[in-house]
């Protein structure tokens, strides 16, 4: 159980255009996604949490209106890079809680595998 | 700002070897868990812990939370090459709930080389 799926796994794309990346809960329902960016070898950054039906909740210092978060379901959570530059690239994470009883009892979170962004 | 350092950052041993990895913070956490990475994947959650003093081993993995839940070790003996991976601690703040998120330590780049 608790599994999270992401696609793409892998982009490239060109300066100035906008990326979007799926996260999704397959056999649980997430009322509450994360988005993580992370670089090699670094530990994960907090981005944004994502909320079923309302807005989501950015970090200090993350672009609401660059990084864009729609949470429009119970299973799925989007991330659009707005106008992508080659300095977004990175390894986006997304995350989910696990609501089932005692799966996520102490705010345990399961992985997507990654998307790594190459913006040329 | 809430901190969670985790030392050592990079750490190579040889085959056999024993490690320790520490995370500390001033903060208390209601539970802290334990990620391990490989490249191009996401996180693997290894083990949570909750109770201040409490060890759980996993195989050759000994995790423990220190008594006042402010900080914790990772021990891994006799690693092993399949052992290498990014180690990561996250820590839960405040009261017991779903609903939080975590603060993640720098994380530790292992390497055991054979």
């Known amino acids: 159980g608790a599994v999270v799926s992401q696609h793409p796994s892998r982009v490239i794309c060109k300066s100035g255009t906008s990326v979007k990346i799926e996260c999704r809960s397959l056999?649980?329902?997430?009322?509450?996604m994360f988005w993580y960016r992370q670089f090699p070898k670094k530990s994960l950054m907090l981005m944004a949490t994502?909320?079923?039906?309302?807005?989501?909740?950015?970090e200090q210092g993350v672009e609401k209106d660059k990084f864009l978060i729609n949470h429009a379901s119970l299973t799925l959570s989007t991330l659009t890079v707005t106008s992508a530059h080659p300095e977004d690239s990175s390894f986006y994470i997304c995350?989910?809680?696990?609501?089932?009883?005692?799966?996520?009892?102490?705010?345990?979170?399961?992985f997507g595998p990654g998307t790594r962004l190459t913006v040329l | 700002t809430q901190l969670l350092e985790q030392s050592p950052q990079f750490l190579s041993i040889q085959e056999g070897e024993n490690l320790t990895v520490y995370c500390n913070s001033s903060?208390?956490?209601?539970?802290l868990q334990w990620y391990r990475q490989e490249p191009g994947e996401g996180p693997v959650l290894l083990v949570t812990?909750?109770?201040g003093g409490e060890v759980k081993k996993l195989k050759r993995l000994t995790f423990q939370f220190g008594d006042a839940r402010k900080d914790s070790s990772l021990h891994i003996t006799a690693a092993q090459p399949g052992d290498t991976g990014l180690y990561l601690c996250?820590?839960?703040?405040?009261?017991?709930?779903?609903?939080?998120?975590?603060?993640w330590g720098l994380g530790t780049s292992l390497a055991v080389n054979p």
């Open positions: 995350s989910a809680r696990d609501p089932a009883p005692g799966t996520s009892l102490y705010n345990e979170q399961f």
């Open positions: 056999d649980f329902q997430a009322t509450t």
């Open positions: 994502s909320n079923e039906g309302s807005k989501a909740t950015y």
């Open positions: 903060s208390v956490f209601s539970s």
């Open positions: 812990v909750v109770t």
């Open positions: 996250a820590g839960a703040l405040g009261n017991a709930g779903n609903n939080r998120k975590l603060i």
